[in-house]
């Protein structure tokens, strides 16, 4: 039985990413962080077969006994600060999280053992003030927040491992992905979940910031697919994963309200403290590397997307009444 432990296995990634593995055999690993209260709604369902070991991503000594205790063939690291505005709060703790982070888990799988295979989750964020349009793997990065550069950071450090050290370690270049299990704060999940909360009388107003940005947005359940597969190939190469098409806000907020039939205009007030101090405007992925190559693909498309979190939001609202 193949063994991989994931960092960040209590997010929406880990827990679609757990699944899958156990879907296919593997024996999963998670790292959790101590917390006064437990945070793990996402993976229940799954908790009796995965194995959770306790670490942070601020503690070399925990990494390598997480390494140590779980043997595993490969390592996913999933674990970020990963929302776009607390970054230009916290930019020290954002780089000691998403940037420091990758680095302390690096140098526990070389201490460990160097043959593990690593995955470094990498982000479309790095594209920032885009060079080019669609952005692929060869596009310049121009991060626009202390989260894209040290997003930018761990993706180029664990270049530098794979190059230094001769280890098969990759990062895969993700668009934005989004799924029933989102956070609220994120602008896909506070969409359909206030227009869940609307429809069921539960909230008047939704305020948003930039309408305008556009986004190429994919479901996480087939992204984390792409993952398992940079990891099982013969050689260790970077990879954008998108689906090509690009959407603005406001057409996620369309889509939205018209699921639940109910006109917009009459509850989305736009809020200026919203708005970032810098925006990325425009984020469009070329994957055609990662279809040829990996002969990946997205299956869900943006409408279904949305249509999905939205009836995801209202069954459970429904049901919590
Ligand atoms: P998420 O839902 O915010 O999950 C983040 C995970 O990281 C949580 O499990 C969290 O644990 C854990 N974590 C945070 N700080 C940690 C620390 N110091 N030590 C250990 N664990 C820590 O994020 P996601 O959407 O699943 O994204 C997964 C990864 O892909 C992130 O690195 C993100 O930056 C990157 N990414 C995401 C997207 C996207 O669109 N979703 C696109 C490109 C890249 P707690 O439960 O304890 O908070
Ligand atoms: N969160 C949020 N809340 N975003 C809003 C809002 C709002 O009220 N109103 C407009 N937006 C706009 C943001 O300005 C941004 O342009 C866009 O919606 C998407 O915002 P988020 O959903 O917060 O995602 P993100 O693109 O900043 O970051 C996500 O994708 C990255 C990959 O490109 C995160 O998942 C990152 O971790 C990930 O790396």
């Known amino acids: 039985m193949k063994r991989a432990l994931v960092t960040g296995i209590t997010g929406q990634d880990g827990s679609y990413l757990a699944e899958f593995l156990l879907a296919k055999g593997y024996e999963v690993f998670g790292l959790v962080r101590r917390s006064s209260t437990e945070s793990f709604e996402r993976i229940q369902h799954i908790r009796d077969r995965v194995t959770l070991l306790q670490g942070d991503l601020l503690d070399e000594n925990s990494l390598i006994s997480a390494l140590a205790d779980s043997r595993p063939a490969e390592v996913y690291n999933l674990a970020a600060q990963s929302f776009v505005p607390a970054s230009w709060n916290q930019p020290v703790l954002t780089g000691e999280f998403t940037a420091l982070g990758a680095t302390r888990l690096l140098e526990a799988i070389r201490i460990v053992d160097k043959s593990i295979r ?22 310049p990065f121009y991060p626009r927040s202390p989260y894209g550069v040290a997003k930018a950071y761990g993706h180029f450090i664990t270049i530098n491992y794979r190059e230094s050290y001769d280890m098969f370690a990759v990062s895969g270049i993700l668009f934005n992905h989004e799924s029933p299990r989102r956070g609220l704060e994120f602008v896909s999940r506070k969409v359909t979940h206030a227009a869940a909360r609307i429809k069921h009388g539960l909230q008047k107003e939704l305020r948003l910031g930039n309408l305008d940005a556009r986004r190429d947005w994919g479901f996480a359940g087939d992204y984390v697919e792409a993952m398992w597969k940079m990891l099982n190939q013969a050689e260790p190469i970077d990879y954008v994963i998108s689906t090509g098409k690009s959407h ?15 006109d917009p205009e009459k509850h989305v007030t736009i809020d200026p403290s919203l708005v970032r101090p810098a925006e990325v405007d425009l984020l469009m992925g070329d994957s055609s590397l990662a279809r040829s190559r990996l002969g990946w693909e997205p299956r869900v498309d943006f409408e279904a997307l949305v249509n999905m979190m939205v009836d995801a939001d209202l069954a459970a609202i429904g049901a919590a009444r």
Do not use: C, H, W
């Not at 982000?123 to 885009?130: K, T």
């Not at 057409?251 to 309200?257: E, G």
């Open 248 to 262: 603005q806000v406001r057409d996620l907020v369309r889509i939205a309200f018209g699921r639940v039939g109910i």
């Open 118 to 139: 690593f995955y470094q989750a990498s982000s479309s964020e790095m594209f920032g003030r885009v060079r080019e349009t669609p952005q692929n793997e060869k596009t």
